[in-house]
C-alpha cells in the first residue's frame, strides 16, 4: 500500500520539480531576449518526465578534466543534465538572438497552467488520502 502512495506521490514531486525547473529555463530566455547570440532552450517535457520516471538507470556521463577555473564546464548543471534543447528561430534576427517573444510567453503561461494543475491534481490527491484515512 505504501508503495503504491509513494509511487504516486514521486510522480507528482518529479513532475512538479520538472515544471519549475523548465519555468526557470523560460525566464531565462525572456531575461535574455535582447542579449546578442543568446540561444533559446527548452525541453521535451513528456521525454523528460519518463526518464525521471523510469527506474533504468542512466549510463555515466564522461567529463572533460579542467586544469583551470576558466576552462569550459563540460557538464550542465541542474535537472535537464544533457537534454536541454536549442530552438530554432521562425524568423532569425540579424544579432543572432534566437528568442521569440511571443512563443516564449506562450510557453512560460503553458507551463504555468500545467504547473496550477498538477498542484491542484496533487491536492485533490491528498485530500481523498485524508478521506479515505479519516473513514477508517
Same mark, same amino acid.
Given at each position: %500500500?505504501?508503495?503504491k502512495?509513494?509511487?504516486?506521490?514521486?510522480y507528482h514531486h518529479?513532475?512538479?520539480?520538472?515544471?519549475?525547473?523548465?519555468?526557470?529555463l523560460?525566464?531565462?530566455n525572456?531575461a535574455?531576449?535582447?542579449?546578442?547570440?543568446?540561444?533559446a532552450k527548452d525541453?521535451?517535457f513528456a521525454?523528460m518526465?519518463?526518464e525521471?520516471l523510469?527506474?533504468t538507470p542512466?549510463?555515466?556521463?564522461?567529463?572533460?578534466n579542467t586544469?583551470?577555473? %576558466?576552462?569550459?564546464n563540460?557538464?550542465v548543471?541542474?535537472?535537464f543534465?544533457?537534454n536541454i534543447?536549442?530552438?530554432?528561430?521562425l524568423?532569425?534576427?540579424?544579432?543572432?538572438?534566437?528568442?521569440? %517573444?511571443? %512563443?516564449?510567453?506562450?510557453?512560460?503561461?503553458?507551463?504555468?497552467i500545467k504547473?496550477?494543475?498538477?498542484?491542484?491534481?496533487l491536492?485533490?490527491e491528498l485530500?481523498?488520502?485524508?478521506?479515505?484515512?479519516?473513514e477508517?
Amino acid at each position: %500500500m505504501i508503495n503504491k502512495l509513494d509511487k504516486e506521490l514521486n510522480y507528482h514531486h518529479t513532475a512538479l520539480s520538472l515544471r519549475v525547473a523548465r519555468q526557470e529555463l523560460l525566464s531565462s530566455n525572456v531575461a535574455n531576449a535582447d542579449t546578442p547570440n543568446f540561444k533559446a532552450k527548452d525541453i521535451d517535457f513528456a521525454s523528460m518526465l519518463h526518464e525521471k520516471l523510469s527506474s533504468t538507470p542512466s549510463l555515466k556521463k564522461v567529463s572533460l578534466n579542467t586544469t583551470s577555473l %576558466m576552462h569550459i564546464n563540460s557538464s550542465v548543471p541542474g535537472l535537464f543534465g544533457d537534454n536541454i534543447l536549442y530552438r530554432v528561430p521562425l524568423q532569425p534576427s540579424a544579432d543572432g538572438n534566437t528568442v521569440d %517573444m511571443d %512563443m516564449e510567453r506562450t510557453r512560460f503561461a503553458d507551463n504555468a497552467i500545467k504547473y496550477d494543475a498538477s498542484i491542484t491534481f496533487l491536492s485533490n490527491e491528498l485530500k481523498n488520502i485524508s478521506s479515505a484515512l479519516q473513514e477508517r
